[in-house]
């Protein structure tokens, strides 16, 4: 039933790194677009990071030079290394495929990540 696997989520102390994981089924394949999306309590879930079938990467300009994005085609996995947390990267983290061919949107279930002392 779900297509998307996330982990990596959990509590983390400012300053301090997070790895997380999506991984998709086998059954979605030719997936152009993987990438991580959060939402903050009170807030809009907005664009983490993203990234192309053939690499290229978009990044929030909250995040950029703290995270890094990446994928494994022949795992039909993405991961975002989050370094530096702030208490402000506080939020659900969703995973997100796109295929252009049929316009087909998969979302995960969602991970929380959550930087505090």
């Known amino acids: 039933q779900v297509q998307l696997v996330e982990s990596g989520g959990g509590l983390v102390q400012p300053g301090g790194s997070l790895s997380l994981s999506c991984a998709a089924s086998k059954t979605i394949f030719s997936i152009n677009t993987m990438g991580w999306y959060r939402q903050a309590p009170g807030k809009q879930r907005e664009l983490v990071a993203d990234?192309?079938?053939?690499?290229?990467?978009n990044y929030a300009d909250s995040v950029k030079g703290r995270f890094t994005i990446s994928r494994d085609n022949a795992k039909n996995t993405a991961y975002l290394q989050m370094n530096s947390l702030k208490p402000e990267d506080t939020a659900v983290y969703y995973c997100k495929v796109f295929r252009v061919l049929d316009k087909l949107e998969v979302w995960g279930q969602g991970t929380l990540v959550t930087v505090s002392s």
């Open positions: 990234i192309t079938n053939t690499g290229r990467t």
